[in-house]
């Protein structure tokens, strides 16, 4: 049974990089109808809120990146963990070390003027402290036991095989003076407690895993599988940060754009399957592997998720469309209520619109009598097409509210007075839409209805 977990650090809201980790975790398990697990790494409690939290839970459902264990919080496991250090303690896995951090320092400070890289020397490893006294008023930390010969490997799925000396790692320490656990090594009691299969995580976490995977081997556990995403990079090759704008997986949500295509465009930071673009959370679902993670570091494209989000758009059935959209036009101050179905004007819109919000934009003039400005007007309006503009609105009185009537009118009105039709569709669109993109003009005042168009025309002819 494959068990995969998130663990994200409540520090911030979920930004694009950890959303797409906590993605290929969620795929992977929901590919093999495993179990996904929320943890909340909350023991930097300095940094940690519980508006973070909160904040990549809103983000996770939106995603819909249902986990079927957890949240499970660090900071409620304290006890646990401390279990573990005084059993590791009794087994002699790990050590009592006295070293003052000022010593420490100075040692440090030695081996780098030395060329060396800065470790601790393991002076009170039990084999080696025989006769040494703690020194008074010194709280130890507790280091482990890290095996001294020999090297630490794992097949990474993404990055392939790595194999680090343990000449390399120094005695980890997994409890402070004040006995509270160290961040590494409630990774590895939350893995094991947690029995995780695979681990996927960033690869700012490389380091970490020899260690991590020594403590589980001296804990007399196999350690899972793991997979080190590579980072994500901004559209200018640097790693992404705020620098760049959005990072915050809800601002896209703010800004417009599907779950669905946030989706679709994060597994596609490094994960690919043939030349699959553009695909449900089904597929995606049915086709994640790690295996097909490109090692490499995934680029953010605005222009990209732009355009996934308009084929995702595309994909949806136009009432659906009409029910997400009605948020973003109450959230520009529209009312749904005052005009068209909102999943026709969706239907008529969406081929010309990238996001929700450009779509409740561009969907203003169903909802809200337009006022056009008067010099635009004035550019569209004159002698020579008010005429028929003025007997295309008589006839819209009672003429068969379709499309196709419609456009026989306009044109047959332009015809009459020798205009193309363009100069009284023109002016149409602006007295009516109050602007000159709009669709098919004809499509436009099917949907806004009889009533509306005879007023704002009626509005805009009146002698
Ligand atoms: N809490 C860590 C982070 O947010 C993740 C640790 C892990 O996945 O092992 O980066």
């Not at 400070?109 to 008023?137: C, N």
């Not at 169903?366 to 569209?380: K, L």
């Not at 002016?427 to 004809?442: E, H, N, S, W, Y």
Request: a neutral charge.
């Amino acid at each position: 049974m494959i068990r995969t977990r998130f663990a994200p650090s409540p520090t911030g809201f979920l930004h694009l990089g950890g959303a797409r980790t906590a993605l290929f975790a969620w795929a992977y398990a929901r590919r093999h109808r495993g179990t996904f697990i929320l943890r909340i790494e909350d023991t930097d409690v300095a940094r940690s809120t519980p508006e973070a939290v909160q904040a990549i839970l809103d983000a996770m459902a939106w995603l819909g990146l249902d986990c079927d264990e957890g949240p499970f919080y660090q900071m409620q496991r304290m006890d646990r963990y401390r279990a573990v250090v005084a059993d590791m303690l009794e087994r002699g896995l790990a050590y009592r070390c006295y070293l003052p951090p000022a010593e420490l320092d100075a040692l440090r400070a030695a081996q780098t003027a030395r060329g060396e890289k800065p470790r601790y020397d393991g002076r009170w490893r039990p084999e080696r402290a025989a006769g040494l006294v703690p020194p008074p008023g010194i709280l130890p930390v507790i280091r482990f036991r890290n095996p001294l010969e020999g090297s630490v490997a794992w097949d990474d799925r993404v990055k392939g095989r790595i194999e680090i000396s343990n000449g390399e790692l120094d005695d980890l320490v997994i409890a402070r003076p004040d006995g509270t656990p160290t961040y590494n090594f409630c990774v590895v009691v939350d893995d094991l407690d947690m029995r995780i299969t695979h681990v996927v995580r960033g690869d700012d976490h490389v380091n970490n895993t020899p260690r991590q995977i020594n403590i589980i081997r001296a804990l007399g556990a196999d350690p899972p599988v793991y997979a080190h995403l590579p980072t994500v990079l901004g559209e200018d090759g640097q790693k992404l940060s705020k620098r760049h704008g959005a990072v915050s997986v809800m601002q896209y949500e703010e800004m417009g754009y599907l779950p669905e295509a946030m989706l679709n465009f994060l597994a596609r930071l490094g994960w690919a399957h043939g030349d699959a673009e553009i695909f449900s959370r089904d597929e995606l679902v049915e086709w994640f592997d790690l295996d097909a993670i490109s090692p490499s570091p995934a680029r953010f494209d605005t222009a990209k998720l732009a355009w996934v989000n308009q084929e995702q758009m595309k994909r949806l059935p136009g009432d659906e469309l009409g029910r997400r959209l009605v948020a973003y036009l109450q959230r520009a101050g529209l009312d749904p209520a005052a005009g068209p179905d909102p999943g026709a004007a969706a239907a008529l819109l969406r081929d010309r619109v990238s996001t929700l919000v450009e779509m409740a934009d561009a969907a203003r003039y169903f909802y809200a009598t337009p006022h056009p400005d008067a010099q635009a007007v004035a550019a569209q309006v004159g002698a020579a097409n008010r005429p028929a503009l003025a007997e295309l609105a008589a006839e819209f009185e009672t003429l068969a509210w379709t499309r196709e009537a419609i456009l026989a009118a306009v044109k047959a009105a332009a015809a009459r007075h020798g205009l193309k039709p363009g100069q009284v569709m023109m002016p149409l669109r602006l007295l009516v839409c109050g602007m000159l993109q709009t669709p098919a003009i004809d499509a436009v005042l099917a949907l806004l209805g009889r009533q509306a168009t005879l007023s704002r025309l009626g509005a805009a002819l009146a002698p």
